[in-house]
DNA sequence: CTTTTCCGTATCGAGCCGATACTAATGGGC
DNA sequence: GCCCATTAGTATCGGCTCGATACGGAAAAG
């Protein structure tokens, strides 16, 4: 995976951090889409984000503005050359295609499992959550396509219960018995 | 995992690309363990994993040597001060515990599921292979503790055969009907 | 024995990255 | 309202990664 996303990165003459900022933008709920949060969740200080950002920007692959209620805060997200970019290099299609030949319950079952392997291995290092937001404690499903963010009490789009959330806890797992 | 892998390199004041070569070169097997298939196996140049072996040497955490028979290649091995940096780091330790609360049984398939999608993967990318000695169709059991390269033609030990090789080839999949 | 091929190294320039210092905005205590 | 601690983000500097290119030395091809 790491040769894969230097080879795709390379091809655009981005480093694999660029690309990595690119996908977790894209993935990001409305919590989440500040610098602070992008280095958080790659583990590098803000300065350095900031320099990476700079180039994005600079490539014009991400838009930033000022956030309405405080104003010391960045939003980011992708412009639609980022959108492009990251559609025509495909990430995640690679590893969809990798899977054809595995029955869907093999791979429901790995998934699930990888999952509480990821949720025991956040709590060990007591890093950042960082989750995706449908599978958080908080969230609350108040109807067919509404939710709610129980910590935040914001309502939630269905599309958005499925992006990455930095405020994520774990729903405690009732299989593991 | 990336990071973990940031983190802990940070402690050594190394960077990731470098706990991944100690890493590697602690699993690669007597095929492997050159400059050359490190630059594979990272998908990097020859030229830059050069320099990153020179650090390496530098900070005395690897040892080179030369080929008894072909004298352009160079033999990789940690030094006692490598191997004692991993362990200290224990890269790996933190998926095993992380796994704790999960059957066997579902962890066993898993990965079963996990190495018939990086066999997939690889066969994709047309990449590099680098798979474990003992799944490559030409490992051979010879005897209790003996095994043999069908390849190459050399015997392998036991431990031999738990290592990385550049040239594996899956074994096709049985289940996979 | 000559040519080609291959393994590894050396050097240069672009750029990542952390450390540090900095600005600007928020918020708490009074 | 005012002071100060805190927080989000930026700017600068030095060490290092990384690819491109050129090079030397050994092996293989003919």
């Excluded at 409305?30 to 583990?43: F, K, M, V």
């Excluded at 599978?135 to 067919?144: A, D, F, G, M, V």
Aim: glycine share 6%.
């Amino acid at each position: 995976m790491r040769t894969e996303l230097r080879r795709a990165g390379a091809e655009e003459s981005l480093q694999p951090v660029h690309l990595q900022s690119l996908i977790y933008l894209s993935k990001a709920n409305r919590y989440s889409n500040t610098p602070q949060a992008l280095a958080e969740y790659l583990g590098l200080t803000k300065g350095t984000v900031s320099q990476t950002l700079l180039l994005l920007d600079r490539r014009g692959l991400i838009e930033r503005f000022e956030d309405d209620i405080d104003r010391r805060v960045v939003r980011l997200r992708l412009s639609p050359a980022g959108e492009r970019l990251l559609y025509e290099a495909q990430p995640t299609l690679a590893w969809q295609n990798a899977t054809r030949n595995i029955s869907p319950n093999r791979i429901r079952n790995a998934v699930s499992a990888l999952r509480e392997a990821l949720t025991t291995l956040q709590e060990d290092n007591e890093g950042a959550p960082f989750g995706v937001c449908h599978n958080c404690s908080w969230c609350q499903k108040l109807s067919q396509r509404i939710y709610r963010c129980g910590r935040m009490g914001d309502r939630l789009s269905g599309p958005e219960t499925r992006k990455i959330c930095r405020i994520f806890e774990a729903k405690k797992t009732e299989e593991a018995a």
